[in-house]
């Protein structure tokens, strides 16, 4: 297992248009987190899923963004009608439930909204 | 609500310098606490936790000890490589409903000089 993946590294979209990301976590673990990070901050949690069932979202996350996870293995995050405020690297993590408890992250998947 | 204080960076130290980055954070309940790590170009790793009071969490020469009584996780390292150059994030994280999100400070980018 090569660890969390995302998916693209790197997204330029005009403002308005609609975009997609994949995360795909490490095979065994059933929890996978989005946080968002943008310069200079750390990154902030925006939901959570166990399994299949999202469980947790921020107030950060507005109605434009939505995530599923519908097998509970890899997970999306949908930005709707961007707006240049998106522009943030989008990160996820995983772990597993009922071991050690740390998260393990992908690499994140920067936005840019022009 | 829940909050994590890290001292402002950018922090630069010559090679074999003594490193301290100080975190205090702001929790209702008790929470676990971590020190993150993300070199350029990479994810965030996990560099060490602490799960409760008095624990000390090391690795790879860095060592913080969880103080409830100041409710700090001060970050240290006796004598610092230019390998350690990279941004260093101090967080909390509570269990809420099974959620074991993550709760960052703004992070510290160290630098250091041969």
């Known amino acids: 297992d090569t660890g969390v993946s995302q998916d693209p590294r790197h997204k330029i979209t005009k403002r308005g248009q609609n975009v997609t990301f994949r995360c795909d976590p490490i095979?065994?673990?059933?929890?996978l987190y989005w946080y968002r990070q943008t310069l200079g901050q750390g990154p902030e949690f925006l939901t959570y899923?166990?399994?299949?069932?999202?469980?947790?979202k921020s107030r950060l996350l507005s109605d434009r963004f939505s995530a599923e996870r519908p097998k509970g293995s890899f997970s999306t995050l949908e930005i709707q009608r961007t707006e240049q405020g998106d522009s943030a690297m989008y990160l996820c993590?995983?772990?597993?439930?009922?071991?050690?408890?740390?998260?393990?992250f992908g690499q994140g998947t920067r936005l840019t909204v022009v | 609500g829940d909050s994590v204080t890290q001292m402002e960076g950018p922090v630069t130290l010559s090679e074999e310098a003594f490193l301290t980055i100080n975190c205090t954070y702001t929790?209702?309940?008790?929470?676990?606490l971590f020190w993150y790590v993300q070199y350029p170009g990479e994810g965030l790793q996990l560099l060490l936790k602490?799960?409760?009071?008095?624990d000390k969490g090391s690795n790879k020469g860095f060592e913080a000890t969880y103080r409830k009584e100041t409710t700090s996780f001060h970050l240290e390292k006796g004598s610092v490589q230019v390998s350690d150059s990279a941004v260093y994030f101090c967080?909390?994280?509570?269990?809420?409903?099974?959620?074991?999100?993550?709760?960052f400070g703004k992070g510290t980018k160290l630098t250091v000089n041969p």
């Open positions: 967080a909390l994280s509570l269990t809420q409903g099974g959620s074991e999100k993550l709760v």
């Open positions: 095979s065994e673990h059933n929890r």
């Open positions: 993590a995983s772990s597993f439930r009922g071991g050690d408890t740390e998260a393990f």
């Open positions: 899923f166990q399994n299949e069932a999202q469980l947790e």
């Open positions: 602490a799960t409760k009071a008095d």
């Open positions: 929790a209702t309940g008790y929470p676990s």
